[in-house]
């Protein structure tokens, strides 16, 4: 059947949609819920996206330049860049591990685990930042003991990273381990069964099965990375040109009232986010076409 | 003698049969020991910690420091603005989902990707824009101060930026289901004799119910802990707009330690229970949902969780 | 209460699934709609019911023009393949559900609908059943709760899209029988599809044999198997042997040029014999034989190399002692010839 909307029901004459009314909505309805839908979701979605591009752009193209070629918002930059290009790759590699030890293998507290690593999300990002600080704070447990070595995490860059890593931690995981899962052992076993080693199997048979959810789930860290604020916020103690991010630097700039700057940086982080639903889409339609073509090759249509 | 004999197993052989099921699949010893071992260094040995750090605290002390009055008005902000946000989710969720997965018209592909923006966009944007859109010359902030209605600066923008920050979740957990729910359940629904509403009602909502009841806690739960997108928006005037999140900055600059303390290990244990809470949720839905009336075959619900839940 | 079906076309885009269909069901009888997957059967039915709706036509009960009526309004109890019951209620709601929703003008009082619904549970036999979930019961359980729930609306007809198609195999037959009885009970107008020639020949009063969107053949069981309208369903209704040759004079030439004519013969409607009997024979050597079961299966290889089954009792294997490689004289004992261009020409017994 077609979808709902395009189709009208019979085409006899006479009353099509009381033919039609009991298995789909009369169109007056129909037109009623999507623009209750479409409004809600142009207010929540399009509007403050718009806000973003539309305030960064005040001013001209000069004044949103000059608000990212401040040597602040530079600074901020690398040092987004500095935390994400360290936390994402040590969470991919821990996101292969726990796919692989969790998707692949059957074990006691495997459930337990799973939820272990999920535990940073139900955390708010301002006490995830907190546990670093009673960790590595000046009253924090290892405070005394990194003062008297000399070593700065709080209220620094290594702080900084800490808290990235925290709150990105199980992207990676999450999104490949149900795919690892769901294609089962079959063919790892095949090729160890065929003389493969342990790294054959794994760079030859899984990773080329995951790549797509590898992809996504690393490109989903790398955004959250970048524009994480609250975590990042409590443990960098807002030093500028020095321990401040791009979120962080939006909000110094931002009570400053240099609006057109702060929404200049801001309109960077926004562009990331769109990239990422692009992603997200592109793969997802892939996605949906392998199955089109599966289902297809497989007869029946 | 015979109740001991089955102590004379050998200990040694029987460990890997326990710990693990047999597999000739190699490698699991050096990721299992390298997940364990970043999730304890990251994640575990933080957390206690910082439980560690809060049992200096008497019992006493403990309490009056989390039900002190600002504490107490920030708890009703947190809480009571999280639980509107997700019920106006709950209500405008299913109904995008519905519109998503039901209907066609143009440029819903695009609506579709970006019901995932509050995922993506960072909160701190997600923060200064709405504070923009909303304040009195702001383009929906001069619209509604012409009706009265003030919403930046006020409890009314906490709620704003709770319910734009959950957004997703509903949509995401119902449109699978919706999306994998056979039409022969309403063509047998009219065929008896109901009408559109009495179909709804009674054989649709039943099965969505579930998806979009974990939507709900999902979206609270991340609301609860929500700090970036509030605080521009919010005022934050003690005891009046003031999130629970923003108190513990508040307190860690003020250098009150054990306030921030007790309060965030506060909000750590309601977060634990509420994943709990979710958990529960969401096995018991999956098993609503293997209850599959017809081909017996378990239907997952919540495939696109990971999604969801990823994208935050 | 009496089907007419006039005129019916229904396409999906370029594909034509109904190609001006002609049908006319009797008021009481239980008819089987009959053929291959894509033949337009269950699309047929769905349009009888009013959960599709025809390009072109119209469907009438009992003489009255219902095609712009919705499946609401129709009266007719639809049981779905895969049941459709729905899950969040137990047996006793999903009875109960088409009474529950009428308006409130006409709906029954709740002990009326306690007492339908618990006559309905006695009639399936499921009368303990009632506080159960779906998914507490077996396949066949539910076939018969589904059935239940059609009925309980009092629908002036029963619609049913391969009752038997999710069951097992044993299930299947004994569900068969009991549909038979309760229609025999009941009383009541039914059409229900089917792919599985021995169902519809078994359980139908009428079989309507249907191929590329169109009715092939008409009539009982009996008629459909003995006098097949069309090769399509002479084909279709039980193993056959194909072969080409022509028809002269009333006689049947089998492997004679010119080949205008398909001649059908069934396996077991060819008799073998050591020793040529008269002139209509041809020789075949057997290949494999296959004594488990009722009869007796061979399959031969005929003496210009095509492929040739035959069935036979076992008392007549067991007389003629047959073995693999051996060659024997086969001798058609009735057939079926259709032209070779398919239509249906004399349907021809010798």
Redesign the interface.
Known sequence: ?A????WTGSKSSGPSFAAS?????SASL?WI??G???V??S???????A??FS?ALERGIGAYLAGIRDPDALSAIRLTLLAAGIAVP?NM??GV??A???G?????GKSI?I?????????????SG??????FGL???LGPWLIDHGIRIIFAVPGII?AT??VT???VA??L??TVQAQG?DE??AA??LGA??WQ??WHVTLPNARWALIY?VI?CN??A?????AV??VSGHIRGLTNT???H??VV?DDYQ?VA??AV?SL??L???V???V??LIEWQARRAAQIAQAGGGEP | MAVYSTRFIDPVNLMPL????R??????G???G???L??SL??????A??F??ASALSWHEFWQLVLSPRAMASYRLSFGGSLVGAIANLF?GV??A???V????PGK?I????????F???????????A??YSPN???GRLLATLGVHIAYTRMGVIVAL??IG?PFVVRTVQPVLQDL???????????????W??FT??LL??IFPAALTGFGLAF?RA?????SVI?IAGNMPMRTEI???L??IK?QEYD?SG??AI?IF??MI??A??LGI?LLQTWSGR?G??????GEPSRPF?SL??A???? | MSISVRGVSKKFGSFSALDRIDLEIPAGELVALLGPSGSGKTTLLRII???EFADSGAVEFEGQDISSR???D?????V?Q???????MTVFENIA??LR??PRRIRPSREEIRAKVHELLRLIQLENQAQR???QLSGGQ?QRVALA??L??EPSVLLLDEPFG?LDAKVRLELRRWLRDLHDKVQITSVFVTHDQDEALEVADRVAVMNEGRIEQFGTPADVYHSPATSFVYNFLGNVNLFRGRVENGATFIHSSPTGSIIFVRPHFLDVSRQPNGSSHFRAVTKHIHTAGPLVKIEAVTEWGAPVHIEMSQERFGALGLVPDETVFVTPKESAVFRADSHPAAADKS
């Open positions: 059947m979808t709902s909307l395009t009314g009991a298995l789909t909505e129909r819920l999507i209750t839908a479409l809600f979701l207010v929540f979605l399009f509007l403050p996206l806000v973003v305030s040590l590699v821990f591990a726990a692989w030890a969790l692949k293998f059957d074990f006691i685990l939820s272990l690593i999920d535990l940073p999300f139900s955390v708010s990002p301002v006490v907190f546990i670093y600080v009673l960790m009253q924090g447990l800490l890593i925290f931690f199980p992207f999450r999104e381990l149900p052992n790892e076993e160890v069964s080693s342990g199997t794994f789930g989903l955004a959250r970048m524009g994480e604020f609250g916020s409590v791009m979120p962080l939006i909000e931002y609006f702060a929404f801001a982080l926004a990331l986010g769109l990422t639903l692009a997200k889409s | 326990v710990l693990k099921r597999s000739v699949i190699p490698g699991f050096l990721a299992f390298f997940t364990v970043y999730l990251l994640v575990l040995i933080p957390l910690a910082a560690l750090k405008f109904l995008a519905w519109v998503l039901r209907y066609d018209f592909g609506l579709d990707s970006l019901v995932d923006l509050p993506a966009l960072p909160t701190a944007v997600a923060g200064i824009s709405l923009t859109l702001g383009w929906l319910t734009f957004l056979d039409r022969e359940f309403e063509e047998a629904a009219a065929s008896l004799g109901a009408n559109r009495q179909t009674r054989v039943p099965s739960a609860v802990g929500e700090y970036g521009f629970t999140p923003l513990i900055v860690l330690y921030a303390t965030a909000m750590l977060s634990f509420m994943l958990n609503q293997r209850a599959e009336s017809a081909r495939e990971y999604v839940e990823g994208g935050q | 019911a009013g959960l919705s499946a609401r129709r009266r007719v109890g639809f779905f895969h049941f459709a019951l729905f899950r969040y559900f088409g929703v009428r979930y779906p998914s539910r729930r059609a309980a609306v999710a």
